[in-house]
């Protein structure tokens, strides 16, 4: 294991350079998909550092400003992104299949059709939920909804959510420029504008306290700095490295219309399937054992969470490397790729999860103290979840770039429905452990054993 540590650490590092390879050999695109690989792997891990960084000393200086109430209601009103992450109905991922595949193809007439027709449905959207906010919006007594009863908060709520939604609705048309350079390899130029965009926000949210203005102006200053960042984004691209691209109604097609509308439509059941399976422990757990065990499974599960942040971190690059090579026909790229990122997930989650099981009560510990004991079974149950969640996004990944995204939605389905029933059961039987193992039991029934089966049947990715 060590030796093949090293062997990969040396590759890694033969890629690392900034001229990018010879993409007329199929070494080189073979090279040059790890280059943008490792690239957007170590702009997300700095993304991901400067965000959490802005998050940390952005909620002192607002607590303090704020007060209790109206900061309860700003991080209430914010966490609601992603509750409606999934407005965009699927388009923005099925925009990065097809503009990976149509690059693959270097058909750049395709990624024109591709461009526009993606920006124009997502203007739609984002037209349609601003039309349908502001004809509920008088109706809504917002102070009820988000229960709030100081006086000035009851002002402020309104006005408050009118700017997150006109934020979230402005920012998803936007958002078409950084699909395009998922699919186009160049996550990591997209990862720096976000950390442009974090820095921004802060600078924003320091002016806001300064000049001691509102809550709706806190939550502009908020979210207005990774939008400035995404429309700077957006004029370098279209106006300067690839104007050509520049959405025009003229590249907007019925078929393509259809196309990717079909495509998002199963990524959208997908993302569903996938929060239901997932983000419902916490709810089942109050509804069965009692809100009062919550918090007992909510801080294991945030301390087991760091191993599938780096595992996104190192996985979603492959995901328009795989459509790019399948596109081009070099399938020997896409199945060695495959293998190595399945001995890397294991390399990289295996050593983390045993960490964690042996010393999770000590970390914890230390994290917040005695509130929270967790037993050795729920600890391993995490354990176990770590290892799978590790492997199924490695084929997860494969099968998004290869465009397999109907049998991914069917599985699924299928296991977020099989994962409510057996949480709800297992937790009237076993109790809180038995939450943390329903999902590894759904995960590994519904989704790895099929996927594996699956994957093992697809003639293109047998060894010749």
């Known amino acids: 294991m060590v030796t093949s540590l090293w062997v990969r650490t040396k590759y890694a590092l033969s890629v690392f350079r900034f001229k990018p390879f010879d993409m007329t050999t199929q070494e080189g695109r073979s090279r040059e ?7 957007a792997t170590l702009t997300s891990a700095f993304a991901k550092i400067i965000i959490t960084l802005v998050g940390l000393i952005s909620v002192p200086l607002t607590v303090n400003y704020l007060g209790a109430e109206r900061f309860g209601l700003w991080m209430t009103v914010t966490s609601l992104t992603a509750l409606i992450s999934f407005a965009d109905l699927g388009i923005g991922n099925g925009l990065i299949n097809a503009v990976a595949e149509a690059n693959g193809r270097d058909d750049h007439v395709g990624v024109r059709h591709v461009v526009s027709t993606g920006f124009f449905l997502l203007l739609g959207i984002a037209s349609l939920i601003g039309l349908v906010f502001a004809l509920i919006y008088p109706y809504v007594a917002w102070e009820h909804v988000f229960n709030v009863t100081s006086p000035q908060a009851v002002r402020e709520v309104g006005p408050t959510v009118a700017v997150f939604i006109a934020c979230f609705a402005i ?8 699909k395009i350079q998922i699919g186009y390899q160049e996550s990591f130029v997209s990862n720096l504008w976000q950390c442009l965009g974090s820095i921004l926000g802060l600078v924003s949210v320091l002016a806001i306290i300064t000049v001691q203005a509102g809550l709706p102006w806190l939550v502009l200053a908020f979210l207005g700095g990774p939008l400035v960042a995404l429309a700077l984004n957006w004029l370098i691209v279209f106006g300067w490295q690839r104007p050509l691209l520049r959405p025009s109604w003229f590249y907007m097609t019925y078929a393509w219309i259809r196309r990717i509308t079909q495509m998002g439509g199963l990524f959208f059941v997908l993302q569903v399937a996938g929060a239901v399976a997932f983000a419902s422990d916490n709810l089942v757990i109050a509804q069965v054992l009692g809100s009062d065990l919550v918090i007992q499974y909510a801080v294991p599960a945030k301390l087991f969470a760091l191993a599938p942040m780096i595992m996104s971190m190192v996985l979603d690059p492959l995901w328009p490397a795989y459509g790019e090579s399948a596109a081009r026909g070099d399938m020997d790229w896409v199945r060695k790729t495959l293998i190595r990122s399945l001995v890397g997930s294991l390399l990289i989650s295996l050593p983390i999860a045993l960490l964690l099981v042996l010393f999770g009560p000590q970390v914890i510990h230390l994290w917040i103290g005695d509130r929270v004991v967790p037993s050795f079974a729920l600890l391993l149950g995490f354990g176990a979840w770590t290892i799978v969640s590790s492997v199924a996004g490695v084929t997860a990944m494969l099968l998004n770039g290869l465009n397999i995204v ?21 937790a009237q039987k076993i109790g809180l452990d038995g939450i943390i193992w329903a999902s590894v039991i759904a995960s590994v029934l519904c989704t790895l054993v099929p996927t594996g089966f699956y994957i093992s049947r697809l003639q293109y990715l047998r060894q010749n």
Not at 171 to 178: A, D, E, R
């Open 33 to 39: 998909r790890y280059r943008r690989v490792l690239f």
């Open 171 to 178: 920012g998803i048309p936007l958002g078409v420029v950084q």
């Open 406 to 426: 109907r049998f991914q939605a069917i599985t699924a389905v299928l296991m977020a429905t099989v994962a409510i029933s057996l949480k709800i059961m297992f």
